[in-house]
Each structure stands twice: as structure tokens, then as C-alpha cells.
Nanobody
């Protein structure tokens, strides 16, 4: 059974840090393009960061220098380290797995991140 389970969200003050985890089961994350998206209330879901099967990473401009995506193949888990958080980072964060080879896309259920004083 394929599953993506996000965790690590919560309430943090501006300037603080959080680390999100995306634990995968039923497939191997190293063979997929793994990414983090977010969706704020009233807004469309947007791409935050991507890590490819080669390990190459890419980031949205609004998180460059603050967020880091990583992958632990042994744990079959993808992470998003978020530093210097801003109120505008408040959103539900989703993990996504995509394989062009298998034509498959999987989404997690999301984890809420709230940045507020």
C-alpha cells in the first residue's frame, strides 16, 4: 500500500525553525521526484522545493536560502528544513512523489505550519 505521511508541522514564532518529514511506504523515494508544496487559505497550491532521483534540488524563489530539502534513502523519508520562518510561510505543507517512468503521482495528507507571534 502506497502512503506518504507528513509530520513536524506546528506553531512557531517568526524567525523560528521547523523540520518537516515525509515518510513513504509502498515505493522507494530515491526512484521518484520528491517535492514539497504548500497551500495557504484562499490561495492555490504552490511548489516549494524539489529533490530529483539524482539528488539534485531546486527551490522556489521565496524560500531560497531559508529552506532545505533532503532525502534519507535508508529511512525512505524526505525532509524540509525551514529556517527564518515568516508569517507568510503559514500554510498546509504537502509532500508529493512523482514518477514519469511509472506515470504515478502520490500526495500526502498535509501538515499545518503556522508562523505567528
Amino acid at each position: 500500500q502506497v502512503q506518504l505521511v507528513e509530520s513536524g508541522g506546528g506553531l512557531v514564532q517568526p524567525g523560528g525553525s521547523l523540520k518537516l518529514s515525509c515518510a513513504a511506504s509502498g515505493f522507494t523515494v530515491s526512484r521518484y521526484i520528491m517535492s514539497w508544496y504548500r497551500q495557504a487559505p484562499g490561495k492555490e497550491r504552490e511548489l516549494v522545493a524539489v529533490v530529483g532521483s539524482t539528488g539534485a534540488t531546486n527551490y522556489a524563489d521565496f524560500v531560497k536560502g531559508r529552506f532545505t530539502i533532503s532525502r534519507d534513502n535508508a529511512k525512505n523519508t524526505v525532509y524540509l528544513q525551514m529556517n527564518s520562518l515568516k508569517p507568510e510561510d503559514t500554510a498546509v505543507y504537502y509532500c508529493k512523489a512523482y514518477s514519469g517512468y511509472y506515470h504515478l503521482t502520490y500526495w500526502g495528507q498535509g501538515t499545518q505550519v503556522t508562523v505567528s507571534s
